[in-house]
């Protein structure tokens, strides 16, 4: 399973950034796609989680209403849209899979094997 986020950038507050995550290698099976931030000398956050069989998708508080999730089936790629962006959001944004015995999807980070390498959000003037 390989994993690639693209799409991080500078943008100044109150401006919209998407990410994409592009996935190959995986087969059949129930999976979910979350996204985890991490900024300088923080823990890593969980951001968001979708499943790729129901879509649902879930959002922290910190991100709710501003940020929104999205699948392309025939690229082989979700996206995490990110609108009205704050200083806060300044993150390493990284995609990780997790393939799963039931649909829905999981905030926990250490739920997740397979991770892609980040892509840095910076939120600025």
């Known amino acids: 399973v390989q994993l690639q986020a693209s799409g991080g950038g500078l943008v100044q507050p109150g401006g919209s950034l998407r990410l994409s995550c592009a996935i190959s290698?995986?087969?059949?099976?129930?999976?979910?796609i979350g996204w985890f931030r991490q900024a300088p000398g923080n823990e890593r956050e969980w951001v968001s989680c979708?499943?790729?069989?129901?879509?649902?998708?879930f959002f922290a508080d910190s991100v709710k209403g501003r940020f929104t999730a999205s699948r392309d089936n025939a690229e082989e790629k979700v996206h995490l849209g990110m609108n009205n962006l704050k200083p806060e959001d300044t993150a390493v944004y990284f995609c990780?899979?997790?393939?799963?015995?039931?649909?829905?999807?999981?905030?926990?980070?250490?739920?997740?094997?397979?991770w892609g390498q980040g892509t840095v959000v910076t939120v600025s003037s």
């Open positions: 990780a899979l997790v393939r799963r015995t039931h649909e829905g999807c999981s905030p926990a980070a250490n739920e997740y094997p397979n």
């Open positions: 290698g995986f087969g059949p099976g129930y999976y979910a």
């Open positions: 979708m499943s790729l069989i129901d879509n649902s998708n």
